[in-house]
Antibody, heavy 117, light 110 residues
């Protein structure tokens, strides 16, 4: 059974940092494209970042220069390092993955990040 | 960057009725790059349709996708109680390499 389990969310002050993790199981992690997608309270889905199976990374303009996506294929884990956090980064952050880069076959249950003083 | 506009914002229907959801792109999108998701309250999204018209594993055949170019449609032939949810379209862009979601259509019970 495919499982993605996010962790690392919480309350952080504006300007602070947080690191999210996503532990994967039930599939060959190293063969899959992995992404972070977020959803602000009561709002729609917003793509954040993707990392190809080969390691190339891409970001939404709203997080470029502040967030860093990475993966550790030996640990079957995806990461999102978030710096210079703003109130508008408050959202549930989902880890998502797929065998292609075109869509997301499976999703985690999400971890809530709240940026507030 | 391609913008996806979904309409209507809310669709109020009764169980057994047909639902037709629209997703319009600001520029032409390859059908291979267009997907639809269902999201229920408190849950993660679930892949329904990929490649504009292919059903994901385990998705009932009452769900169908169609369209090409800038106009795509998700149809639910006969609404079941568990189909009342929010639906999102999504496209992958190769230049620039970004992913875009539509704003969503909420299908609620009339």
């Amino acid at each position: 059974e495919v499982q993605l389990v996010e962790s690392g969310g919480g309350l952080v002050q504006p300007g602070g940092s947080l690191r999210l993790s996503c532990a994967a199981s039930g599939f060959t992690f190293s063969d899959h494209y992995m992404d972070w997608v977020r959803q602000a309270p009561g709002k729609g889905l917003e793509w954040v970042s993707m990392v190809y199976s080969g390691g190339s990374t891409y970001y939404a303009d709203s997080v470029k220069g502040r967030f860093t996506i990475s993966r550790d294929n030996s640990k079957n884990t995806l990461y999102l390092e978030m710096n210079s956090l703003r109130a508008e980064d408050t959202a549930v952050y989902y880890c998502a993955g797929g065998v292609t880069r075109y869509y997301f076959d499976f999703w985690g249950q999400g971890t809530l990040v709240t940026v507030s003083s | 960057e391609i913008v996806l506009t979904q309409s209507p914002g809310t669709l109020s229907l009764s169980p057994g009725e047909r639902a037709t959801l629209s997703c319009r792109a600001s520029q032409s999108v390859s059908s291979s790059y267009l997907a639809w998701y269902q999201q229920k309250p408190g849950q993660a999204p679930r892949l329904l349709i990929y490649g504009a018209s292919s059903r994901a594993t385990g998705i009932p055949d009452r769900f169908s996708g169609s369209g090409s170019g800038t106009d795509f449609t998700l149809t639910i032939s006969r609404l079941e109680p568990e189909d009342f949810a929010v639906y999102y379209c999504q496209q992958y862009g190769s230049s620039p390499r970004v992913v875009t979601f539509g704003g969503g259509t909420k299908v609620d019970i009339k």
